[in-house]
């Protein structure tokens, strides 16, 4: 069973940059496909950003395309979630999802593993 960890939320600005990682505890992160979702309030879980388990395939909502961008650190075991120009629409507990089939799937039923999830809260 894998374990995730998100940290990195926090209070931004229009406009600011925030970079989230996900981590895992008691097993490696590098072997399964990482998703990112986020929940607003009063609002279903939407998918934000995927990435294979070897990094060469990712996919982005629409909606973030541009401007996050999903990357693997091996040697950290991690998966790292950068969000530049931050609009307040971003703001959302933000997810981090592991897959065992290992591609940058969008879709949240194919995820097993999920985190507890990091607040970001853009202001304008």
């Known amino acids: 069973q894998v374990q995730l960890v998100e940290s990195g939320g926090g209070l931004v600005q229009a406009g600011d940059s925030l970079t989230l990682s996900c981590t895992p505890s008691?097993?490696?992160?590098?072997?399964?496909?990482v998703g990112w979702f986020r929940q607003a309030p009063g609002k279903e879980r939407e998918f934000v950003a995927a990435?294979?388990?070897?990094?060469?395939?990712?996919n982005y909502a629409d909606s973030v395309k541009g401007r996050f961008t999903i990357s693997r650190d091996t040697a950290r075991n991690s998966v790292e979630l950068r969000m530049n120009s931050l609009f307040p629409e971003d703001t959302a507990v933000y997810y981090c999802?592991?897959?065992?089939?290992?591609?940058?799937?969008?879709?949240?039923?194919?995820?097993?593993?999920w985190g507890q999830g990091t607040q970001v809260t853009v202001s304008s």
């Open positions: 999802a592991a897959s065992y089939l290992r591609s940058a799937t969008m879709t949240s039923d194919q995820y097993s593993y």
């Open positions: 008691g097993r490696t992160i590098n072997n399964y496909g």
């Open positions: 990435i294979s388990y070897r990094g060469f395939k990712t």
